[in-house]
C-alpha cells in the first residue's frame, strides 16, 4: 500500500507542500491560498537549523480517535486513512484529537461560529497527496512500503 | 540556536542592553526582526542557494536535479551570476544616489546656501586636481566646478573610462582591470547597461555577468565610496580623533532626545549646529521642560557624526546602536524623534514608535514608510529651517513623552574612539605610514584585517562580527571597521586604548607604544572608501600592488544591497573577501569556483565563506602569512 514518506536530507524548506496542501483544501478557485484562513495540514519545523517536514502518519492505533469524543475521527478500514471529515458524525471542535496526537500535526480551524480539527486526509478527493506532487526536491514522497525499505537507513521517517 | 541551560537570553544579539530591551519588547507586545526572523524559518533553500528566478512571467523557476535548466534554458550558473549583478546594481545606485546628494550639497554650500562650509581645503584642492581643475582659483569658485565635474563623472558614457579610478588605483592593479576589460565609464551609464543586460535573455554568460559585476564594483569603490567621502569630508571635515560613547545607556532622561538614523549625515549635522547655537530653541525645550536637546546617532549616519567630533560633529550625545537594534532604541520610550534617511530604515521602527510617543519622519525623498506622513525631504538650501522644524517636533512630542508607555533605559555603556582616517592616523604616527609599516615589517603586528558591513540575525546580531574581531586581535592582527559592525566593535569596548589589554602581546606592546585601541573605527559604511585609500597609500608606500599586501577584508554579517558591491569590490581590490552569512551563489557550480577560485589568478583576491569565526580567522591569518612572506617580511 502506498503512504506518505519524508526523506528529510532532501528537504529545503522551501514550504512548496504547505501552499499545495492549502490550495488542495481551500474553497477559493484563485491561486492565493496563504490570504485564507484554511490551515496546512503539512508543516515546515526547524529542528537544528535544519527544515523538517511534519504530516499525519496515519498511526495504526491512533491516539486522536481514541480520543475523539464525537466519533468523526476514524480510521478507513480499507484505505488506513486517519480522518474526522466524511464520516457518520461530525467534529464539534473539542480539540482533544490536538492534544493527544503524538505529532502535533492536528490543527485547530475556526470556521465563523463553527469549530473543527484540521489534519492530513491524504488529498483522498484527488487520489494523491497533492503535497507530493508540489515537492521539487524528492524530500515528500508517496510510495509502496517495499519501495520505502532501502531507504530506511537514511532519513526516511514517515 | 540551541539554549545553554541557565541562558537567559531571548534573541540573537550579543549585547546586554538589547537582550534587556528585547524581554521589555516582549513585556509591551512590540515584534522585532529578532522575532520576524523565527517566524521566517525555515527559509526557502532554492533562495539561499540563488537558484531561483524570478524575472519573466514564464517562472519562477528553480533549478532541482529534475529540472536542471530554467524553462529559458538558463542554468544555476545564469541565475545566480544575474541575480548578483542585479543586487550589486541595487548597491551602486543607492551609493550614487548619495553621491549626488554630496555634489549637490557640495555647490549649494560654495554658494552659500547652507550652514555648512568648506572644512577641508586640502582636500578640495586634491581632488579638484585628479579631476583636472585649476586649483588656484578661489575656493568657493573650486568648489563649484568640483561640483560640476563629479557630476559629469557621474553621468558621463560607459566609453569614457573614469578619471578616478585612472588617478587612484595603484598601477599594477590599473593593468590587471585593464587586462580584464572592466574599466567603468560614468556609473549611471554602466548601471543602465548593467540592468538591460540582466533583463531576460540578454546577457546569459555567466562569466561575463560576474566580470559585469565586477566593473560595477570598482564604480562602486572609487565614485559611490571613495569620492562620497572625500566631498562629505570637504563640507563637513575630516575625521579627526575624539571621545564619546555609545550603546543605550546614553540615552539621557532629561533631554529632548532626537536620533539622526541611516547614512546620510546633512540633516543631523544642521541640527547639532541648531542646538548649539539657537538660544530661542533651548528656551523652547526648557518651558517644555527638558534640560537641553540632544542629537543621538544610529547606524551609519551616526558613524559620520563621531568621525567628525570636532568639526560637524560637535555636540553629538552618543552612538545608539545599528541596523537590528533600531526598533529596542524607540522601546526605551525615551526617543522624541526619529529621522530617517537613505536605506535600513525598516517598517518595525514605525511599528516600534507607534506604541510610544515617538515622532517618526523622513528626510529623504527617496525614503517613504507606511504610516509616516512627516515628511522634510532634505534640501540644502532649507537645511537650516528644516533642521529647526525637526527640533520643534521633538519638543512637541517630548511633552507626550512617558504618556503611553513607560520609559526604560538599560545602564550599559562603553568609551569609544573614534575619528579615525588618513590624516588623522597620519597625525597620530608623526606624518607619515613608516610607523605603521614598520611595525607590520618586524612582525609585530602581522597584518591588518578591515571587517565591516553590517549586521544580521542569521549570524547572531554581533555575535559573528565580535567574535571574528577577539580572533584576529588574539594573533596580532590590527582590526579596522566600519560601518555597522563598528557600532558592535565600540559597545563591545573594542574601540578604546585600553583594549589593548584583550589582544595578542605583540599588537598589544604596538597600541600602547602608539596610544591606538586596537579596534581602529573608520566610520560609516560609505567609509569603506576611506579603508580602500588607506591601503592603496600602504600599498604606494612599499611599492606593491593592494593583492600583495598582508591585509584581508571581512563582512562576517552582510545584509543588504550595498554590501554586495562592496564584497565584489573588495575582491577586485586583490583582497582575500570573507563573507558572512553565505551569498546566494550556493546552488552555482561554477560561480562558486570562479568566485573561491578563480578569480584569485585575475584578481589576486578570492571569497571564503568559513561561517565558524574562528576558523575564518584561522584563514585570514594564513593568507596574511603567506602574503608576507611573499613579500619577505
Known amino acids: ?29 484563485l491561486y492565493a491560498p496563504i490570504r485564507e484562513s484554511e490551515p496546512a495540514r503539512i508543516y515546515i519545523q526547524t529542528v537544528l537549523n535544519a527544515p523538517i517536514p511534519l504530516a499525519c502518519h496515519h498511526c495504526e492505533e491512533p491516539a486522536c480517535v481514541r480520543a475523539c469524543m464525537s466519533g468523526a475521527m476514524q480510521k478507513d478500514e480499507v484505505t488506513g486513512i486517519v480522518s474526522n471529515e466524511g464520516n457518520a458524525q461530525q467534529c464539534v471542535g473539542c480539540w482533544m484529537c490536538v492534544m493527544v496526537c503524538p505529532y502535533g500535526v492536528i490543527s485547530a480551524k475556526k470556521d465563523g461560529d463553527k469549530k473543527v480539527a484540521v489534519k492530513c486526509d491524504l488529498c483522498r478527493h484527488l487520489g494523491a497527496p497533492a503535497c507530493v506532487d508540489a515537492c521539487p526536491s524528492g524530500a515528500v514522497v508517496w510510495m509502496d512500503e517495499t519501495e520505502a525499505k532501502p531507504h530506511r537507513k537514511g532519513g526516511i521517517y514517515i | 540556536m540551541r539554549k545553554k541551560t541557565g541562558d537567559l ?21 512590540i515584534r522585532t526582526t529578532f522575532d520576524r526572523y523565527q517566524d521566517q524559518l525555515p527559509q526557502c533553500g532554492f533562495g539561499m542557494e540563488g537558484v531561483c528566478c524570478q524575472l519573466c512571467s514564464h517562472g519562477p523557476c528553480r533549478i532541482t536535479a529534475k529540472a536542471p535548466r530554467a524553462i529559458c534554458g538558463a542554468t544555476a550558473d545564469t541565475i545566480a551570476a544575474r541575480n548578483m549583478l542585479r543586487l550589486a546594481c541595487h548597491g551602486l545606485s543607492a551609493y550614487c544616489h548619495q553621491l549626488e546628494e554630496a555634489i549637490n550639497t557640495l555647490k549649494a554650500t560654495a554658494q552659500g546656501k547652507t550652514p555648512y562650509s568648506i572644512r577641508a581645503v586640502d582636500k578640495l584642492k586634491d581632488m579638484a586636481a585628479l579631476l583636472g581643475l585649476d586649483t588656484n582659483k578661489e575656493l568657493n569658485a573650486l ?164 568621525q567628525r567630533l570636532n568639526d560637524a560633529g560637535q555636540g553629538y550625545a552618543g552612538q ?52 509616516v506622513d512627516t515628511i522634510i525631504d532634505y534640501e540644502p538650501e532649507k537645511v537650516k529651517e528644516q533642521a529647526v522644524e525637526l527640533i520643534r517636533m521633538a519638543i512637541a512630542a517630548y511633552k507626550n513623552r512617558g504618556t503611553v508607555n513607560a520609559v526604560h533605559i538599560p545602564k550599559n555603556k562603553s568609551t569609544v574612539v573614534a575619528g579615525v582616517g588618513i590624516e588623522s592616523l597620519l597625525s597620530v604616527l608623526g606624518g607619515s605610514l613608516t610607523p605603521l609599516l614598520d611595525v607590520i615589517k618586524s612582525g609585530a603586528i602581522k597584518g591588518i584585517a578591515t571587517v565591516v558591513g553590517c549586521t544580521n540575525n542569521r549570524n547572531g546580531h554581533d555575535s559573528a562580527s565580535l567574535r571574528l574581531i577577539r580572533e584576529l586581535l588574539k594573533k596580532d592582527i ?48 560609505v567609509d569603506i572608501g576611506r579603508i580602500c585609500l588607506a591601503v592603496t597609500a600602504i600599498a604606494n608606500a612599499l611599492g606593491v600592488d593592494t593583492s600583495d599586501l598582508p591585509v584581508a577584508a571581512s563582512a ?28 546566494p551563489v550556493g546552488g552555482a557550480p561554477n560561480v562558486v569556483k570562479i568566485l573561491t577560485q578563480d578569480v584569485e589568478q585575475l584578481t589576486g583576491g578570492k571569497v571564503c565563506v568559513e561561517q565558524d569565526m574562528a576558523k575564518a580567522a584561522n584563514l585570514i591569518e594564513e593568507h596574511i602569512v603567506r602574503k608576507r612572506k611573499a613579500l619577505g617580511i
Not at chain 2, 328 to 346: E, K
Not at chain 2, 482 to 504: D, K
Request: hydrophobic content about 40%; overall charge negative.
Open chain 2, 556 to 583: 562576517p554579517e552582510y545584509l543588504e544591497q550595498k554590501a554586495v558591491a562592496d564584497g565584489f569590490f573588495a575582491v577586485t581590490f586583490g583582497l582575500f573577501t570573507h563573507l558572512g552569512p553565505v551569498p
Open chain 2, 320 to 371: 545608539l546602536g545599528n541596523w537590528l537594534t533600531q526598533e529596542l532604541m524607540v522601546t526605551t520610550g525615551a526617543i522624541d524623534l526619529v529621522m530617517m534617511d537613505l536605506n535600513c530604515s525598516i517598517p518595525g521602527l514605525k511599528l516600534a514608535a507607534d506604541k510610544f510617543h515617538t515622532k517618526v519622519v523622513s528626510v529623504s525623498h527617496v525614503l517613504r514608510m507606511e504610516g
Open chain 2, 478 to 525: 590590527l582590526v579596522i571597521t566600519s560601518g555597522c559592525v563598528s557600532s558592535g566593535a565600540q559597545i563591545e569596548g573594542l574601540q578604546r586604548p585600553e583594549a589593548a589589554e584583550m589582544v595578542g602581546d605583540n599588537l598589544k606592546g604596538i597600541c600602547k607604544a602608539l596610544g591606538i585601541p586596537p579596534v581602529l573605527n573608520f566610520g560609516s559604511c
Open chain 2, 143 to 306: 568648489a563649484v566646478e568640483l561640483a560640476d565635474a563629479v557630476t559629469y563623472e557621474l553621468r558621463k558614457g560607459t566609453n569614457e573610462p573614469l578619471k578616478l579610478v585612472e588617478k587612484l588605483a595603484p598601477p599594477a592593479r590599473l593593468e590587471k582591470w585593464k587586462a580584464l576589460g572592466i574599466i567603468p565609464g560614468g556609473p549611471l551609464s554602466e548601471l543602465r547597461d548593467a540592468m538591460t543586460m540582466s533583463m531576460s535573455n540578454i546577457n546569459t554568460d555567466y562569466v561575463s555577468l560576474l566580470l559585469t559585476t565586477m566593473k560595477l564594483s570598482i564604480a562602486t569603490g572609487y565614485m559611490g565610496l571613495m569620492a562620497t567621502t572625500n566631498i562629505q569630508d570637504i563640507i563637513l571635515g575630516n575625521p579627526s580623533i575624539g571621545v564619546t560613547e555609545a550603546d543605550l545607556g546614553v540615552i539621557d532622561t532629561e533631554t529632548v532626545n532626537i536620533v539622526a538614523h541611516g547614512h546620510v549625515p546633512y540633516v543631523g549635522a544642521a541640527v547639532l549646529n541648531e542646538i548649539a547655537n539657537n538660544a530661542e530653541l533651548q528656551a523652547e525645550a526648557r518651558a517644555a521642560g527638558a534640560k537641553g536637546i540632544k542629537l543621538y546617532g544610529s547606524m551609519d549616519t551616526g558613524q559620520e557624526l563621531l
Open chain 1, 1 to 29: 500500500m502506498k503512504r506518505l514518506y519524508v526523506i528529510k536530507e532532501k528537504c529545503n524548506g522551501c514550504m512548496s507542500c504547505v501552499v499545495a496542501c492549502q490550495k488542495a483544501h481551500a474553497h477559493s478557485e
Open chain 2, 9 to 29: 537570553r531571548t534573541c540573537t544579539s550579543s549585547r546586554a542592553s538589547i537582550q534587556e530591551m528585547h524581554l521589555r519588547a516582549k513585556e509591551l507586545g
